[in-house]
């Protein structure tokens, strides 16, 4: 058996982790003195709260070897096999410290590790592209083959309410030189070759922002693989996200449109008010 497992970022809900039997193995959020499991005893709304009084944001760290280890020792001892799937190499340590300990317990031939070169339901639409092969009978080497084929395809973007975070947390330097603006910018921050990039500059209210970059995406979403399409957000106002959700079963093209809240370490470097629209092109 196939046993599919991802690193926190993946930002997926505890309804499809267990739809898909999904194993997570937590990142590490960093407030001051205090160490906290991203998705275990931390939540977006308490970064938010710890960095709104302390001027600052929170530093987040790869997964650490041991928390791997838990999680992949009793897979393989019941005799299964393991995908795992980590945040880009480019942002994160995490894929390079799940090999190490696929190598501590042992089980190298028995594990491969997935740079996704993406973040959040961007890795999300993979582990369940991974989960679904798995249930299909795939063997590990067809399905680390497949998602190789998708990954050049997921499209991952995400608009902003402040610059802020992602300044502070240096995971986007083309944010940087709109910090001193006097107009408020909201840019479409999208993830290519595993790394992030401001490109489209919106100005306005976050709620007309927000469509106005929905419907940026049109062409492409009417072209996307038709499966599912996630909403994945930092902290939304329920009507914005419920008009984008309207938006995309508007156009007839998905059978899921999935939302996400999108968990700590992602909510640490983009910040409240953050919202994508993720998919993968046809």
């Not at 993406?118 to 993979?126: A, D, E, M, R």
């Not at 991952?156 to 709109?178: I, K, N, P």
């Not at 938006?247 to 409240?272: D, M, N, Q, W």
Request: net charge negative; proline share 3%; hydrophobic share 45%.
């Amino acid at each position: 058996m196939i046993r599919i497992i991802s690193d926190s970022t993946s930002d997926l809900s505890g309804e499809l982790k267990e739809k898909y039997n999904i194993e997570i193995i937590p990142l590490h959020v960093v407030m001051g003195e205090q160490e906290y499991l991203d998705g275990v005893n931390i939540t977006p709304d308490d970064i938010y709260k710890w960095a709104d009084a302390n001027k600052t944001t929170p530093k987040t760290s790869a997964a650490a070897i041991n928390d791997c280890i838990s999680v992949m020792k009793p897979i393989i001892d019941a005799g299964d096999e393991i995908v795992a799937f980590a945040i880009s190499d480019s942002m994160s340590a995490s894929g390079r410290v799940m090999k190490l300990a696929a190598e501590e317990i042992g089980a190298t031939e028995k594990v491969t590790v997935i740079d996704s070169m993406n973040l959040s339901t961007g890795i999300g639409h993979l582990v369940i592209e991974a989960a679904e092969m798995a249930a299909a009978g795939l063997s590990r080497s067809e399905i680390e083959a497949k998602i190789k084929e998708l990954i050049p395809r997921v499209r991952a973007s995400f608009v902003v309410d402040t610059l802020v975070y992602l300044a502070r947390g240096g995971r986007c330097s083309s944010v940087a030189a709109m910090m001193g603006s006097v107009l408020k910018l909201h840019p479409m921050i999208v993830v290519e070759n595993g790394a992030m990039s401001a490109t489209k500059k919106y100005r306005g209210k976050i709620d007309k922002v927000v469509m106005d970059y929905a419907n940026d995406l049109e062409d492409e979403l009417l072209k996307a693989k038709p499966d599912r399409v996630f909403i994945t957000h930092s902290g939304c106002d329920r009507e914005l996200v419920e008009a984008v959700r309207s938006y995309l079963t508007g156009l007839g093209r998905f059978k899921e449109v999935i939302e996400t809240r999108a968990g700590g370490v992602i909510s640490s470097h983009c910040g409240p008010g953050t919202l994508g629209v993720l998919f993968i092109a046809g």
